[in-house]
C-alpha cells in the first residue's frame, strides 16, 4: 500500500503495526474534518496558481463525493487514505493534493475543526442538563459536610448548585473554544512552505477566527490544545462525578432520599434482589478515565524539544476518546435526573434537630451572648 | 490552646499533629487575605447590626494592626489565630467576631484573594517574559522534527512561537480569574446562616465582580477552583518545559546553538569541566511537580458528595507551592533569556543541504511535477 | 437478549451501551481464561454434589468445544456469553452453570489467570531483550550528565546498565506475579455463597498457589492488583522510555553515535530526506499511555468502601490495554537493538579531552594534592 | 559560602535559591545516612591508600561526632555541610573526603539507606496495625456492593480481609526493599572512577546485600528507585483510604455501625453538634497526595537521557515527604482502631431481609431449580 513519505523500502511489518496502532480508527472521528479541510486547501492551491482551475475543480468535487470512506490499516491514517482517493480517482492531479502542506498541519486543522464542533456540543449537553435540573422539586433535606448531618438544606439548593457548577465549565468551555480558535493549514511540518499560498484564504473558508501565523507555534499546539480541551472535559466530568456521588449515597437504602428510575439501574448476576446504580458509578468512573488520558497527554508534551515528535500521535486516542466519553456521561445523566424521584416522606423524616444546632447558637447570639460562648453552650447537648 | 471547635475534650495530641499537618506554614500566606476579609465581615456585621458600632469598629482598628502575625502550630490556621488574636486583645468582643460565617467560608474567601492577587502576578511575569524574548537576535538556525534537522528556521521564528505559546497562556490565565472572581463569604459551612447578612457589602469592599450566591456551589467549588488555577499553572509550566528542553539541547557541545551565561549555569562535584545547565533542568523538572500537585487536586476532589470533607485541606499546599513554583520559574526564565547569547558561527555552520530538500522538490513542482513525484525523486538523493 | 441479571424490564438503550462501553471487545482476551475456570467451576460442583456427574461432564464438554465464540454487544461480557451459549446448548442444565458463583468472582479469576499467564509472557520478552543487548560490541564513547559530556563510557557499559536495569524489572514481576497467584473463586459477589463448595479443588485445577480465603479480600483486590501489574508495567515501560531517549538523541546527525536500521525508520510526507526514528518515539511515549492507565487504576480504586462497585469495569481496559502496549515495545525495542549500529568512527571522535578532566584531577591527588584543591587547579582551565 | 562545584565566580541569587529548592531542609533526614556513608567511604580510603591511616581515622572521628549538624541554605545540601565541616575542622585533610566519589553517589547511597531503614519502620507499622485489627470483635453486619446492601457479612470479616490486604502490601515492600539492597558507592558520577577503591569494603560496612556494579545503572536508577518505593507507597495508602472510606461511611448516624472515639474527632467552628472524622478524612485524602507525589516521580524520571540530570533532585522531596505521610497514617489508623466502638445494636437492626436473598434461591436450587431459574423466581419479590 502506498504511504506518504514511501522511498522504495519496507517497514518491518510488526513494526508498521506497532507504529499505525489505532490510528486508522480514530482517524474516522476526523475524516469529514480531514476532507473539509482538503476542499479549503485545494481551492486555495488554486487561488495561488499551485493547481490549474480544473485540477482543483476535480479534486474539490472528488472530495465532496467522499463522506463515507473507510480507512483501512494499510492506509495508516485518514492523510493517506485521502491522498490514495484522489490518485486512484484522478491520477497525476491526485498526487498534487499535497503541495505545500504537511501530515502535520493537515492533523492540525482536522483535530482543530474536531474540538471546535465537539466543544459545540458539549455546550448543548451542558445546557440539556441544566434544563433537566431546573425541573426538578424543591424539598427541604438535610445538608451535610464530613459525610454527616450539617445544616438544613433542600434539593433546590442542592440542584441550583449543580447548575452554577455546570456554569462555571460553560465558561471555561467557551474560552478554551476561543483559544483554539486559529487556523493552522499552511504550517506545514511547522516550518512553513517555501511557496506563496494564502493562509487567510483557508482560515476564511473554514470558518477560523484567525491564522496561527507561527509555524513552529502550530507545531508545539499540537498537544498543549488537547491539554486545554482535556482540562475542559475533566471539569466536567469531575462535577458529574460529585452528582454521582451524592446520587449514589442519597439512593441508598440508609440515606433513602432520591429513588433512581429502575430502567438506569442493572442487576446481580446472583443476589436477586439488587438494584445497582450502575451508571451513576460508571459516570463516577469516567472522570477518573477523562482525568487518565489527561495524564497521558501531560506526559507525552513533556520534555520534547520544539518541533514535531511521532510521540504527539498518541494523543489524539485520549483527546477523541475522552471526548466522546464526557459527551456520553452528560447524556446519561440528563437521563438520570429526567427519571429521578424524590421520596419526600424519607427527606422529611431526615429533618431531624441536630441540623437546627446553629440556629440555636444563632438565637443565643441574637439575645447578646458572643457567638464563641453560645457556640459552647450549644455543644454541651450534644456531647 | 484554644481552637474553634474546642468543647471541653484533648484530641490525642500525635493525631492532633496528622491532622493540622503544614497548615499553619501555608496559612502565613493567606493571613494578609484573612485579615482584609475579616475586616469586610465585622464592617458588615456592624453595618446589619449584628455588632454595635463600636464593637465593629475596635475590631477593624486592631484588623489593621496585624499584618505580622505569625501563625503558630498549636493555633491550627490563621482563622484561629485571627479570633485568638481578637479574643486577647478584645475580649468579649473577639468572641463576636465569627458570627455569621464558618472557616469554611473564610478559608474559601481568603484562597480566592490569594489566587486573584497571585493569578495578576503571573500575568506580570509572562509579559516581562514576552519582553525579554522580544529582545533577542533572528538568526537563521535548523528546525528540527523528530529530534533531527527538518527545514530552515531562525531563532526569531522560535522564540516568537514561545511568545504565541505565552500569549495563549494569558487567555486562559485571564478566564480562569474571571470564573473565580466570585465572593463566597456568607456561605459558612455551605449551607448559609440563619441571619440577615449582606453578601453584596463584602463582594463590594473586597473587590469582587459578584457574589457566589448558592452556599453549596461555593463548597464544593473547594478543590475545583484550585484545579482550575492549577491548569493555568500546568499550561505555562508546560510551555517553560519545552523552553527549557530546547535550551538544554541546543546549548550542548554538539548542537552548540546558544550559550547559557555562567552566572545561571552550576558545576559538578567531582568532575572540574562542567558547566551544567542546572535552573533550566529544574524549570523543566518543576513541570512535573506542579503536574503532579494537580494530579493530587484531581484526585482528592473525586468520588465525594456535596458538602465540604477535610480532605480539601490538603488541596491547600498543591495550590499555594505549585503557584510559587510557577512564578519562580518564569523569572528564572526571564534571567535566563536575558543573560543568553548565540552563536552565530554554530548556528550557521549547522544550515547544511539537507534541510533545503522540501524546497528542492518545490522547485520541481513549479516546473510541473506533481509535489508527489517531486518527493519521490528529491528523496532519491537522501537514501 | 438474555442478561445475567435480567427481571423483566428494559434498560434504556442509550444508557446500555454507555454501560456496555467496550466490556465486550476486551473480554475476548479473557474468554480463554473465564472458559478453562468455568471447567474447573463445573467440575467441582459436580464433585460436591451441586451438579449431578451427567450434568458436569455435559457443561465441560460444551466449554472445552468453545475456544472460538465471539461475545456480542448484546451479551454484554464473557460471562454472560457463555451461560447464554450453555443454555443454548444445554437447556435447563445450562443454567445450573452460575451456581454458587458470581459475575465477581467469575471476572477476578479470568483477569488473574491472564495476568499470570501474559506476566509470564512479559519474562520472556524482557529476557529475550537481554540476549540482543548482550550481542552489541562495546566501543568507547562518551557519558553525559546533564545531557552534556561528562566522563568516558562505552557502549557496552551503557548496555549493559539497560540489562541492569531490566533485571530490576524481572524481580519487580516475578514478586508481583507471586502475589498474584491466589485463586478468588468462590469469593462470589465478595461475601462467599451460603453452599458448601470446594475452593481448594479449584485452585488446584487451575494451577493456583493458594486459594484467597477472604471474600471481602478478594473483592478488594479488583483494581488493587490491577495497579500492581501497572506498577511492573510503568516500570518496563519508564526503562524502555530511557533507552528511547538515550537511541534517538546518539542517532542525531549532531551526536551520530548509533545508526537505526532503516526499515525500523519512517518519513515525512513534506521533507525527501527525512528519516524518522518514530518507533523509538512511541516507545517514548507509549510509557507516557501506560502510565495514564496507572493513574485511571489509581483514581478509580480510590475513596469507595469495600465491596465491588461497577467503576471497577472500567480498569480492566488500561489494564488489559498497557500489558498489550508494553509486550509489543519490548518486542519493538529487542528489534531495533538487533538492527542498530555503532559508528565508530564518530563514537571515537567524540572522545575529546574534557572528558579526562576528573582523571587529571586525579593525577594530581596521586601526587599528594587534597581532591577539593585538584579539582579547582584543574577547572580553571575549563573557564 | 562554599560549594563542592565553586569555581571562583558567583551565581545569580535569585537563581541559586531556585536551584536550592528546600534541599537544604530534605537532607535533614538523609544526614545520619550521608554521615554513616562518609564513615565508610573514609575508611575504604584509607584502606586503599588514598588516605594515609591518619587522615582516615581523623575524618572518621570527625563524622562520629556530626549527628546534630544543622544545613543550612548557604550549605545547598547535606553533602556539600558535611565537607565544609571536615575543612573547617581538619584543614587540607578535610579536603579530601571528596576524593573517589561524587555527589551523586553520596546521594544515591543515603537515599538508599534512608528507603532501606524506612521500608523497615512501615513493616513494623503494618504489623501494628494488623495486631491492632486481631483484637476487634466480631459481630454481623450488611456486607455491601455498589454501596447497597448485598449479602451478610460480619465485621470479622472486613477487619480480616484488610489484614490480607496488608499482608500484600508487606509482600511487595519486602520485595522492593531486596531490589534496593545495593550500595551504588563508588559509580561516582554515574562512570566511576579512574581510582583503585574497593566498592566491596564499603558494601560490607554499610550492610548491603551487594554493591551495584554498573555505574549507569547506579545514575539510572535515581528516580527509578524512588518510583519503587512510591509504589509500595501507594499500595499501602490505597488500602488505608479503603479502610478510611469505610469508617466514615459505616459510622455516620444513617448507617451507625461504627462509633469513632471522640479523641479522633474534630468539631465545627460554626455548628455546635458536629464531631466530625478528620482524621480519617485526611488519611483518604494523603492517599491522593502520595500518589499525586508518585505522579511527579514518574514523570521527572521520564523522556530522560541516561545519566545524571539535576531533575532528579526534584524526586528527593517527593519520596521523603510521601514516606513520612504514609507512616503517619499507618499510626494513626492504628489509634483509630484501637479507639473504634462497634454498635451492635445498629449492625443488628440492618440484618433485614433482602441480604438474604441469595440464600434463598440456593434453597430452591437445593430443592433441584437451576440456579438462573430460582434467582428469577426470587427477585420477584423484590421488584
Same mark, same amino acid.
Given at each position: 500500500m502506498n504511504k506518504l513519505w514511501k522511498? *522504495?523500502?519496507?517497514?518491518d511489518s510488526e513494526v508498521e503495526e506497532y507504529t499505525v496502532g489505532e490510528d486508522y480508527l480514530l482517524d474516522q $472521528?476526523?475524516?469529514?474534518?480531514?476532507?473539509?479541510?482538503?476542499i479549503a486547501h485545494a481551492e486555495m492551491l488554486g487561488e495561488c496558481g499551485y493547481l490549474t482551475k480544473e485540477e482543483a475543480e476535480s479534486i474539490v468535487a472528488e472530495l465532496k463525493k467522499l463522506e463515507s470512506l473507510e480507512i483501512k490499516k494499510e492506509d495508516e491514517d485518514s492523510h493517506t487514505a485521502i491522498e490514495n482517493y484522489l490518485?486512484?480517482?484522478?491520477?497525476?492531479? *491526485?498526487?498534487?493534493?499535497?503541495?505545500? %502542506?504537511s501530515r502535520n498541519d493537515q492533523c492540525l486543522v482536522a483535530m482543530r475543526m474536531y474540538f471546535k464542533n465537539n466543544l459545540q456540543k458539549l455546550e448543548t449537553e451542558i445546557k440539556t442538563l441544566i434544563e433537566e435540573l431546573k425541573k426538578k422539586k424543591d424539598v427541604p433535606m438535610p445538608g451535610y459536610t464530613h459525610t454527616r448531618k450539617a445544616m438544613p438544606s433542600?434539593?433546590?439548593?442542592?440542584?441550583?448548585?449543580?447548575?452554577?457548577?455546570?456554569?462555571d465549565d460553560l465558561l471555561l468551555l467557551q474560552s478554551v473554544k476561543k483559544i483554539l480558535d486559529k487556523n493552522p493549514l499552511g504550517s506545514a511540518a511547522g516550518y512553513g512552505v517555501p511557496l506563496k499560498i494564502n493562509k487567510e484564504s /483557508? /482560515?476564511?473558508?473554514? *470558518?477560523?477566527?484567525? /491564522?496561527q501565523e507561527n509555524p513552529i507555534h502550530c507545531a508545539n499546539s499540537r498537544g498543549k490544545y488537547e491539554?486545554?480541551? $482535556?482540562?475542559?472535559?475533566?471539569?466536567?466530568?469531575l462535577d458529574l462525578n460529585k452528582m454521582a456521588s451524592d446520587l449514589i449515597l442519597f439512593s441508598t437504602s440508609e440515606f433513602g432520599f432520591f429513588k433512581l428510575p429502575k430502567e438506569l439501574c442493572t442487576g446481580s448476576s446472583i443476589m436477586p434482589q439488587k438494584m445497582n446504580p450502575d451508571p451513576l458509578e460508571l459516570i463516577r468512573a469516567n472522570y477518573h478515565v477523562v482525568s487518565g488520558y489527561e495524564a497521558t497527554i501531560k506526559g507525552i508534551c513533556s520534555?520534547?524539544?520544539?518541533?514535531?515528535? %511521532?510521540?504527539?500521535q498518541l494523543t489524539k486516542g485520549p483527546a477523541i476518546k475522552s471526548m466522546s466519553i464526557t459527551l456520553g456521561s452528560l447524556k446519561v445523566m440528563g437521563k438520570i435526573f429526567a427519571g429521578l424521584e424524590l421520596d419526600e416522606e424519607k427527606m422529611k423524616e431526615a429533618m431531624t434537630k441536630e441540623l437546627y444546632a446553629t440556629e440555636e447558637a444563632y438565637k443565643l447570639v441574637e439575645k447578646g451572648t458572643p457567638f464563641r460562648d453560645a457556640y459552647k453552650e450549644v455543644s454541651k447537648k450534644f456531647m
Open positions: 522511498k *522504495g523500502y519496507e517497514l $472521528a476526523l475524516l469529514p474534518y480531514d476532507i473539509q479541510a482538503s490518485v486512484e480517482k484522478l491520477g497525476e492531479t *491526485g498526487k498534487k493534493i499535497h503541495t505545500a %502542506r433542600s434539593s433546590g439548593l442542592l440542584f441550583s448548585a449543580y447548575m452554577d457548577m455546570l456554569e /483557508t /482560515t476564511k473558508k473554514l *470558518g477560523f477566527a484567525k /491564522t491539554l486545554l480541551v $482535556a482540562n475542559v472535559l475533566t471539569s466536567i466530568m520534555n520534547l524539544i520544539s518541533g514535531y515528535h %511521532r510521540d504527539f
